[in-house]
């Protein structure tokens, strides 16, 4: 179902006459296509349309939530959010965003937005063969697919703002399964984006099948303190468990490792790490957050300082200070909470940046990380985490064999502050993205 302002304006109307202070509707479209294959085979075809809206209203400091996909419980949802109203306490920092002018932001292709089953599920079947055809070790894939989305935004409040956006996105992914005699290996390859071009399918499924293949004859690896080579995909990992602490809600709720340390070094001098909502096809980018704070760019950490934190208009208020643009919104159901747009680490100048082939030469005895079991149970508050890891074995620059069954410990404000340099391949997962990065003097046992 296509956006309806008239709708959102009835919705506006009818609190403001029942009394709300403040108003705001928020209004979300969404339809997607998702395939899967199996030898070539269409495994599953699913497309979905869907559509929902949401009513926030502050009523003599107190806030007031309902939501609906109904467009024709317009009334009830109004009412049910002015009732709410009557069971919150009272909050000075409730608020609404005031109108303002917001970026262009490139994050819609026409191509996807308009993509057909065929196309689609040729696509994936790319994936599969890709993989397949890359070498005849390649024995079985577990799961190819791929998905294809368009999504439309429109926020309406009774401070004056009216702003939209729609969006699009396609993901490709699978997971394939190496053999060599008795030994079996898995892999698996991701690739995402705003627009079809950007995302490449035949890379994918060669990508999967290289990760299972260098894996096969795996041992375990030699235990003591060495290097670690984070693969880009491993660094968004450990990334993301540091993520949370950037979060002006878990600050002020005391969840952070990074509570009363703004303006200090708390990791290594030559990183930034950096949220942008401005990146052209990163999924993360929109022209506005979603309370219709225009999006920015802000530098969280500047070479190993902690620059500040992000912030939705609640937890500014709280902090008498000012969103960062960094209200997000899990669909219809809640109201916003604070969220990353695209968070990403660098390298903070040339000096720190090269390419994968020189930093594994700098290896003298180290682990070339592929993939780490388990970093969602790091420790948030503490940092603090032992996770099993596998990869290549460096030593003098040069991979002697795979590994498994390793593991590496450690705390990760530590783990970031002995970053030495970041490969020139900065890549996205999702929201998250990071180059390699070479860490040295880790705890390392086999």
Not at 226 to 243: K, Q, R, W
Not at 267 to 278: C, F, H, M, Q
Request: charge should be negative; include cysteine.
């Amino acid at each position: 179902m296509k956006i309806d302002a008239n709708l959102a304006e009835d919705i506006l109307r009818k609190a403001l006459r029942s009394g709300a202070d403040l108003a705001e509707v928020f209004m979300l479209s969404a339809r997607s296509l998702s395939a899967e294959v199996k030898s070539r085979e269409v495994d599953a075809l699913e497309i979905s349309e869907d559509f929902g809206y949401s009513l926030r209203v502050i009523k003599g400091e107190r806030l007031g939530f309902s939501y609906s996909t109904a467009p024709e419980d317009w009334q009830k949802v109004v009412d049910d959010a002015m009732e709410s109203a009557e069971f919150t306490g009272k909050d000075p920092f409730l608020d609404i965003a005031a109108p303002a002018e917001c970026p262009d932001v490139e994050i819609h292709d026409a191509s996807i937005a308009d993509i057909t089953e065929e196309d689609a599920i040729e696509r994936v079947r790319r994936i599969e063969d890709a993989a397949l055809g890359r070498d005849e070790r390649v024995k079985k894939v577990r799961k190819a697919s791929g998905s294809f989305s368009e999504s439309e935004v429109f926020i309406l409040n009774s401070k004056g703002l009216a702003a939209g956006y729609r969006a699009t996105s396609a993901s490709a992914q699978i997971m394939v399964v190496a053999e060599d005699g008795a030994d079996a290996q898995m892999g698996w390859g991701y690739e995402s984006g705003r627009f079809l071009g950007d995302v490449d399918f035949e890379a994918t499924g060669r990508e999967a099948a290289d990760r299972a293949l260098r894996l096969l004859g795996a041992r375990k690896a030699a235990t003591g303190k060495g290097s670690v080579l984070l693969e880009s995909s491993v660094a968004t990992e450990f990334l993301s468990v540091l993520a949370s602490s950037f979060s002006s809600e878990n600050v002020q709720k005391g969840k952070s490792l990074l509570i009363g340390r703004k303006g200090e070094r708390v990791v290594s001098e030559k990183i930034n790490i950096v949220d942008n909502g401005l990146l052209r096809g990163a999924v993360g980018s929109r022209p506005f957050d979603a309370e219709g704070t225009p999006s920015t760019e802000k530098k969280l950490i500047q070479e190993g300082r902690l620059m500040g934190y992000l912030y939705n208009l609640y937890t500014a208020g709280k902090d008498g200070t000012v969103s960062t643009s960094n209200a997000v919104r899990h669909g219809i159901h809640g109201i916003p909470v604070v969220g990353i747009s695209n968070l990403y680490l660098e390298g903070v100048s040339d000096e720190f940046i090269c390419s994968l082939d020189a930093l594994t030469a700098r290896m003298e005895r180290g682990l070339l990380v592929t993939e780490a079991m388990g970093i969602h149970t790091a420790n948030p508050i503490t940092g603090e985490f032992s996770i099993g890891v596998t990869g290549l074995w460096f030593e003098n620059g040069k991979a002697v064999y795979p590994v498994k069954e390793a593991a590496i410990s450690g705390n990760i404000l530590g783990f970031f502050g002995n970053v030495a340099a970041v490969s020139d391949n900065l890549r996205f997962y999702g929201k998250i993205g990071a180059p390699d990065i070479l860490i040295e003097d880790v705890d390392i046992s086999g």
